[in-house]
């Protein structure tokens, strides 16, 4: 056989082995919706091309979340080489508090002691992919490896190369044979250990901050850190949304376990909840006006739930009513707005507030923002009391008709009504101290309690905490009355499923070998007289199994089936 024809021959056996070896990995990563690889050229009936492969790699952490730590390279004098110089200058603008670089909205920064860099950390649980572009040659695979292009952003052009170095050197080992799916397995479970990445990653710019680029083309340093940090926050976050929907989970007000994809899941805090209780949840505030309670129902946790999640569970006629309620409440807590007296509508005061001056933009009203009346310069406000006085004089005199003197009977009657208005008023409301929004009191005491959350003495307006306020002297929580004395300790009402077990004990002393512990809420439990072995904690709600006292996730009787028996 002469070279040309063996060479044939060799060429038709790759060009085999590299359609069996594409066919195989495809079959491998490309599962249901997940596309790993992408085959970006094919070889042609007239062999005018070659296989090129895209591949994505995820790498996977040898522990856990990891922790990446930002460095960014302050701006400082190039011209001072020497260090204490140096040292000087960045103290100098350390006191100054110069601007962090606007690198991503998640990922705070703060100066270095040094003042010549800018530091800051987040955490990830998913790395962004490698890409790993390969492209495969005539010879590859009897005698020559595959030409590939790796592309990461979070790893320095140092580990890229050691990286590359360490995929040639596999490619050795192979011995002629096909080598893609041994790279891509070592670069998913391998790579990070290789480079000794365990819990830390370290993210830096490349120059300055404020260098001067070569070409007004190039991106500067800090917005390919920004891009690459807004990249790695958003993938790691679509990853951890997947694998959420992907498992069943507790919800935490009616303790029942749905899958991932039955749940709310509120970004800021990571709580979730089930789409009935969260629907039920805003359908019950929208409805009594409290939309400024609208958080997260977890309790001590004050994360606002996000409008897409409203949006999703309200009607269309309640999700604008919880628009125009949160408008409301939004204008009534600024501090810089009333509104007019004539229109009602809102007016922006104006920034000189010793004048208490509003000009209404829409009737044109100029009103005093004390009196709510005409603005009347350089006079302080009249009261009612002596706007009444001076009708009283206008109407008594001898001068006017019957037209202007029933006019002013009747400014005198509205005046009157306006007065006894605001008197009951102030017995029924008073401003929050805190949100500056009226609340009203209907009865009780006088300890309120705000729908921000502030509680306030209703005598003084003052913020308070507790009822220690009301033990001065000063304020009566009642009328004539204060508040009780300490006690030693808060008196707890026995829960009913606690006096039943003791009530069973009680009747059969042997069953108090069947308590037990929830390992959720570590509530004390009974197993029942039927010998039953699954519990269901009466506090938490939460399935777990007596024998092995294991919580219980997803159908009981699955439980049962291994070495733990239902009855016992």
């Known amino acids: 056989m002469d070279c040309l024809s063996f060479m044939e021959d060799k060429y038709v056996e790759n060009l085999q082995d590299q359609r069996d070896e594409v066919f195989a990995l ?84 703060c100066r270095s002691i040094s003042g010549q860099r800018w530091q800051g950390t987040f955490e990830v649980k998913f790395l962004l992919p490698f890409n790993l572009l390969v492209t495969f040659p005539p010879t590859y695979p009897s005698s020559g490896p595959p030409s590939f292009h790796l592309s990461c952003a979070w790893l320095t052009p140092v580990q890229l190369e050691a990286v590359e170095c360490m995929l040639h050197t596999l490619w050795s080992e192979a011995g002629n044979m096909p080598v893609v799916f041994t790279w891509v397995d070592w670069l998913e479970n391998n790579c990070l250990e290789h480079l000794a990445i365990k819990d830390d990653l370290v993210l830096q710019s490349a120059l300055p901050v404020g260098e001067a680029l070569e070409s007004d083309d190039v991106t500067s340093p800090e917005e390919d850190l920004g891009a690459t940090i807004a990249a790695m926050t958003r993938y790691n976050q679509e990853k951890l949304n997947e694998e959420f929907c992907q498992t069943i989970h507790l919800c935490e007000v009616c303790y029942d376990e749905y899958p991932g994809t039955q749940f709310f899941r509120i970004l800021e805090c990571s709580h979730a909840f089930c789409h009935t209780c969260m629907q039920a949840f805003c359908e019950m505030h929208t409805i009594a006006g409290t939309v400024e309670e609208l958080r997260c129902p977890t309790p001590k946790c004050d994360s606002i739930l996000p409008p897409y999640i409203i949006q999703a569970v309200l009607s269309e006629e309640a999700y604008e009513r919880w628009e125009k309620l949160l408008l409301q409440k939004t204008i009534d807590a600024m501090e810089d707005t009333v509104y007019c007296p004539r229109c009602d509508n809102v007016v922006i005061v104006e920034e000189d507030r010793e004048s208490n001056l509003a000009h ?76 500056k929004i009226p609340v009203e009191k209907i009865g009780g005491c006088n300890k309120m309690t705000c729908k921000c959350g502030a509680i306030f003495c209703w005598i003084c307006s003052q913020q308070i905490k507790g009822y220690d306020h009301f ?46 512990r929830c390992p959720m809420c570590k509530q004390a439990c009974l197993k029942g007289a039927d010998g039953n072995n699954h519990i269901k904690c009466w506090n938490c709600k939460a399935n777990f199994c007596f024998v092995c006292n294991q919580r219980i996730i997803g159908p009981v009787t699955a439980h049962f089936t291994g070495p733990c028996k239902q009855h016992s």
């Open 26 to 109: 495809q079959e491998i990563f490309n599962t249901g919706e997940d596309e790993k690889l992408k085959v970006l050229s094919q070889v042609t009936d007239e062999k005018d091309s070659l296989y090129t492969l895209l591949i994505a790699i995820n790498p996977k952490p040898t522990q856990g979340a990891i922790r990446v730590n930002v460095i960014v390279q302050a701006e400082v004098d190039r011209d001072e080489e020497d260090d204490e110089v140096l040292g000087a200058a960045a103290a100098v603008a350390t006191t100054s508090k110069p601007k962090p670089p606007p690198l991503a909205r998640d990922v705070p920064l």
């Open 471 to 516: 033990r001065t002297g000063k304020c009566d929580l009642f009328p004539g009355q204060q508040a009780p004395p300490l006690l030693a300790g808060p008196v707890r009402r026995v829960p009913d499923a606690v006096l039943r077990m003791r009530a069973m004990v009680a009747i059969n002393p042997e069953m108090a070998n069947n308590h037990c």
């Open 360 to 435: 209404c933009p829409l009737c044109f009203f100029a009103f005093c923002t004390q009196c709510e009346r005409g603005w009347h310069q350089g006079r302080s406000c009249e009261t009612e009391e002596e706007m009444l006085e001076n009708l009283e004089k206008q109407a008594t005199g001898g001068n006017q008709n019957r037209a202007l003197a029933a006019k002013l009977q009747e400014l005198r009657r509205k005046m009157e009504e306006e007065i006894e208005s605001k008197r009951m008023k102030k017995k029924v409301a008073n401003k929050c101290p805190v949100c």
